[in-house]
């Protein structure tokens, strides 16, 4: 699987909604997606928000969802907040590996 | 608490070798995966492999097979990460993180070691 590709930026005002995509998503064997997603703040590890696609872990806010459309997985942030604003890296699994995207810069304006 | 913590920030010339390690606390470090991930400066994440402390069963991402070596120590619940012969473009922060949901839903990551290569 290739690297998978994100904008380098997106951006949105406090309370708005702004989608994520992540395109080259491909099945693992047997058709099974895997897709998740990571929040990175500067100079912190990653956190993990969506795995599986639109799962969240225990304490991420709900206002975090995930969906996919063909080969396009998308991480939505509805009611952005000032702490939303940090990279965003999607990831995806597929032949024993995984690969993950460029990332993409979050501003909130 | 689960947590992994890493060693410290290295600093190497290249061709040298280095290996970096990983430790587990809080949890079964034998029953799940753990990931290394490159984020090279001002970079995204490189899936770079896993491995199963439990049996040391290890997967490579291809861009990085015969590159690196993985490996665990399960008696002192550490992972290691290794280099035979370091190039300047190895310059990057390294984390390990454990492999909690399915596939690469990774919940817990270690606080990233710094390694930098320079002649």
């Known amino acids: 699987q290739s690297a998978l590709t994100q904008p380098r930026s997106v951006s949105g005002s406090p309370g708005q909604s702004v989608t994520i995509p992540c395109t080259g998503i491909s099945s693992d064997v047997g058709s099974d997606i895997y897709v998740s997603w990571y929040q990175q703040h500067p100079g912190k590890a990653p956190k993990l928000m969506i795995y599986d696609v639109t799962k969240r872990p225990s304490g991420v806010p709900d206002r975090f969802s995930g969906s996919i459309s063909g080969n396009t997985a998308s991480l939505t942030i509805s009611g952005l907040q000032a702490e939303d604003e940090a990279d965003y890296h999607c990831c995806s699994y597929a032949r024993s590996y995984g690969v993950f995207g460029g990332g993409t810069k979050l501003t909130v304006l | 608490e689960v947590q992994l913590v890493q060693s410290g920030a290295e600093v190497k010339k290249p061709g040298e070798s280095l290996k970096i390690s990983c430790k587990g606390s809080?949890?079964?470090?034998?029953?799940?995966?753990i990931a290394w991930v490159r984020q090279m400066p001002g970079k995204g994440l490189e899936w770079m492999g896993v491995?199963?402390?439990?049996?040391?069963?290890?997967r490579y991402s291809p861009s990085f097979q015969g590159h690196v070596t993985i490996s665990a120590d399960k008696s002192i619940s550490t992972a290691y990460l290794q280099w035979s012969s370091l190039k300047a473009s190895d310059t990057a922060m390294y984390y390990c993180a454990r492999r909690e949901y399915s596939l690469i839903g990774m919940d817990v990551w270690g606080q990233g070691t710094t390694v930098t290569v320079s002649s």
């Open positions: 491995i199963y402390p439990g049996d040391s069963d290890t």
């Open positions: 809080g949890y079964s470090f034998t029953n799940y995966w």
